[in-house]
């Protein structure tokens, strides 16, 4: 009696160990698909938003082998720096923070397509300098200043226009609202300030960035606006 016990209490643990192994190496099988799809995306990101390093890459779910099984990533975050610094159209980003959503592959993530990105990025000023063509800087409370060279009754003088920045969705561009405008040092009357808002002051576009986004928000801070981005059926 006492010996079948003891088979019986050794058949146990043979079976619990060899569950206990078969467990380890699924989730070891499970990490290792999890690091090299990461690895992947960090690669195809890297040239898909033009950094100068290989974004940061996190896959959240677990676990990660039934993903694989259906080729369908449910959610992967990505951070980055300097994005759309090696690109010659891209409008630069110093900083990227996104969530991209359902991302599916038909060739094991050789390649693969977002279903939906959001997030934020930052502009930095320099960067709106230059597509504005004039200076732009911030100006506090979340508002923006912008400079230029108009003319008035044939003489040519320095405007400053401040203004909380405003997104046009529709045409991807920044304009000012709430403006007050000082022309060689001396603050406009209201009733001037819109007229002449439109012929000194031009939208400033914020189309050319990578992965198909487009900008859904803007705030101006101290050292950069922020911008929410999102986009559809994003190719990586």
Request: glycine fraction near 8%; aromatic fraction near 4%.
């Amino acid at each position: 009696m006492l010996r079948r016990h003891r088979s019986a209490l050794t058949f146990v643990g043979v079976v619990l160990l060899l569950a206990g192994l078969i467990a380890a190496g699924l989730y070891g099988a499970d990490r290792w698909a999890q690091n090299a799809v990461e690895r992947q995306v960090a690669k195809n990101l890297h040239s898909a938003l033009a950094t100068p390093s290989e974004p940061q890459v996190s896959i959240d779910g677990f676990p990660f082998l039934t993903q694989v099984a259906t080729r369908n990533v449910r959610q992967v975050h990505v951070v980055a720096d300097d994005v759309g610094a090696t690109g010659e159209n891209a409008l630069r980003l110093i900083h990227v923070d996104l969530l991209v959503s359902e991302v599916m592959t038909t060739d094991w993530f050789q390649t693969m397509t977002a279903s939906h990105i959001e997030g934020t990025g930052l502009i930095d000023y320099a960067v709106l300098e230059r597509v504005a063509t004039v200076p732009v800087s911030y100006a506090g409370d979340g508002r923006i200043r912008v400079e230029t060279t108009t003319t008035i009754f044939g003489t040519k003088v320095v405007a400053q226009i401040t203004g909380t920045p405003r997104l046009e969705r529709g045409e991807q561009a920044i304009t000012l609202a709430d403006p007050t405008i000082k022309v060689a040092g001396v603050d406009l009357p209201d009733f001037t300030t819109t007229a002449l808002l439109r012929t000194v002051v031009k939208p400033i576009p914020l189309r050319g960035l990578p992965l198909r986004l487009a900008v859904t928000s803007i705030s101006a801070e101290a050292d950069a606006l922020r911008v929410g981005v999102a986009a559809d059926d994003v190719p990586l």
